[in-house]
């Protein structure tokens, strides 16, 4: 029974560069939730997907940031023209529904130079 | 605005003895519960949850109370281990909403031995 995961677990980037992160839900679970964790504050939702379909983007920037969850594959957050600003934890959860208990994976830890 | 609040950034107890760690929340649409402990560069493990059509629930050392009058739950852990030192988190959702999590600043607790 594999848990949520995440890779890479740990990505660096220079301003200005892409981050790509990836999420793979538990076994049967087919809505995926990602969020950030600035230093020292809690997790902040960003977007709710389901397979194909974005749910939930209130808490997504404006610019440079997307998701999606494809049909087959694991979801995607990306980040284009990262700044130092984006330097943080990003953790995705996944549940069997919408209105199930959400299961995190380990975060990828993105630091920008 | 920040809709969950938890007033304590940390917390000592010693071993044996009886944790309460407190979150307050202010949107009563808010209908479902949870809190999850997190360690060190891992992601938040699930703990335990309660709807709003309870009061208490309870699942082994932990035990969860809601105060719906008071827009506050706490969570208790006894007998408190030095395995439960961690950051805990209280995070609150609307069930007629998206589902997406809100939470708080988290509760550091170290428990002395």
């Known amino acids: 029974n594999a848990g949520v995961m995440q890779n890479p677990r740990h990505l660096v980037r220079r301003r200005g560069q892409e981050a790509r992160l990836r999420c793979s839900p538990m076994?049967?679970?087919?809505?995926v939730y990602w969020y950030r964790q600035l230093p020292e504050e809690g997790l902040k939702f960003m977007v709710y997907?389901?397979?194909?379909?974005?749910?939930?983007e209130s808490g997504m920037p404006k610019e440079r940031f997307s998701a999606e969850f494809p049909k087959e594959g694991p979801s995607i957050l990306r980040i284009q023209q990262v700044v130092r600003g984006d330097s943080a934890a990003y953790f995705c959860?996944?549940?069997?529904?919408?209105?199930?208990?959400?299961?995190f994976g380990p975060g990828t830890r993105l630091l920008v130079l | 605005d920040q809709q969950v609040k938890q007033n304590s950034p940390s917390l000592s107890v010693q071993e044996g003895r009886i944790s309460i760690l407190n979150c307050d929340y202010t949107?009563?649409?808010?209908?479902?519960f949870l809190w999850y402990k997190k360690y060190p560069a891992e992601g938040p493990t699930f703990l335990i949850s309660i709807s709003s059509i309870k009061d208490k629930n309870e699942d082994g050392r932990f035990t969860v109370f809601l105060n719906k009058s008071a827009k506050h739950l706490s969570l208790h852990i006894v007998p408190s281990q030095p395995g439960d030192s961690a950051v805990y988190f209280c995070?609150?959702?609307?069930?007629?909403?998206?589902?997406?999590?809100?939470f708080g600043t988290g509760t550091r607790l170290k428990v002395l031995a």
């Open positions: 949107n009563s649409m808010f209908d479902y």
């Open positions: 995070a609150a959702s609307s069930t007629s909403g998206t589902y997406k999590y809100i």
């Open positions: 076994k049967g679970h087919s809505h």
């Open positions: 997907l389901q397979k194909e379909n974005i749910i939930d």
């Open positions: 959860a996944s549940s069997p529904q919408g209105q199930e208990t959400q299961y």
